[in-house]
């Protein structure tokens, strides 16, 4: 995981959009590999600055390592009201751990933070992990859903070319009161599965891709409750200017995508995605 994320910090990053009329939420962001700096560092605060020069004004840091999660807490801890914490072991990270048990007890602890919100990001990566190390895989995920709900913290799920096989599980296990499927990827179909099971589904910058009409057509029919928005950044800048280093300020973006698709006002959703976020994570300034 980090050899890859580390080759995205010297992207030049998109230019900031214009502000949005009402202020929101990133709900997924890594600006460790925005900054590749301490999480108290100017660095990370000029990210954060930037977000709430266009409105975006609270971010969810969210895990993907033990050691990463750390980070999460610390950059949570030190800009408090502007950001909260998730933690976990990312489903490409839990099948090749030395010690998958050692991993899971740094990150049960760090769940008992306040401001960590989340046990996330967890779920299944069909795209990077072979076959022989899915069970893997899937024992870790089945273990942060049960945290999540020994916890009563909301469960942020990467779902790559595994949406049967996440489905499946959810159901086996039981999924969380609070269900989020992080860059939703799928199509009309799952949305509509994930929708009926009371999932929320919160989509990216991908939602502007030129191939991506699936995901068009899913976020015009969730409902506005089910609904959340978020960067992934550094990854995944919207268009135009896909390709570049993206930051939790392009949510500006996203939102206005999301407003046109959804033919809603563009500050009554940006005040409806914030409500959501606020409902699933708490609030920011506690």
């Excluded at 699936?214 to 609904?227: G, H, N, T």
Aim: with cysteine.
């Amino acid at each position: 995981m980090a050899d890859r994320h580390n080759r995205d910090v010297d992207r030049p990053r998109a230019p900031l959009p214009e502000p949005l009329p009402v202020a929101t939420v990133d709900s997924h962001a890594h600006m460790e590999i925005i900054t590749n700096t301490a999480p108290d560092s100017q660095e990370v605060g000029d990210v954060i600055a930037q977000a709430q020069s266009v409105n975006v004004d609270r971010i969810v840091q969210v895990g993907y390592s033990a050691e990463q999660s750390k980070w999460c807490v610390g950059a949570a801890e030190k800009w408090n009201t502007s950001v909260l914490a998730a933690v976990a072991l990312h489903p490409n990270e839990a099948p090749v751990v030395k010690d998958l048990a050692a991993d899971w007890k740094v990150i049960a602890k760090l769940a008992e933070h306040p401001r960590v919100r989340a046990i996330g990001e967890t779920g299944l990566d069909y795209f990077r992990t072979p076959p022989e190390l899915r069970a893997r895989q899937q024992e870790s995920f089945k273990w942060h859903i049960e945290l999540a709900k020994k916890t009563k913290k909301a469960l942020i799920i990467h779902d790559r070319d595994s949406h049967d096989d996440v489905l499946s599980v959810l159901l086996e296990v039981g999924a969380p009161e609070k269900t989020i499927f992080h860059c939703f990827s799928g199509d009309l179909e799952v949305a509509k599965i994930c929708i009926e099971r009371g999932y929320v589904l919160s989509f990216a910058g991908t939602l502007t891709f030129k191939n991506a009409p699936a995901l068009r057509d899913a976020v015009k029919i969730v409902p506005i409750e089910q609904l959340l928005v978020e960067t992934d950044s550094p990854f995944l800048a919207p268009m135009p200017h896909r390709g570049a280093g993206n930051t939790p300020a392009q949510i500006a973006v996203i939102v206005r995508a999301m407003a046109i698709e959804r033919n809603e006002d563009l500050g009554e959703l940006a005040f409806a995605l914030s409500n959501n976020a606020e409902r699933l994570f708490g609030s920011f300034a506690l």
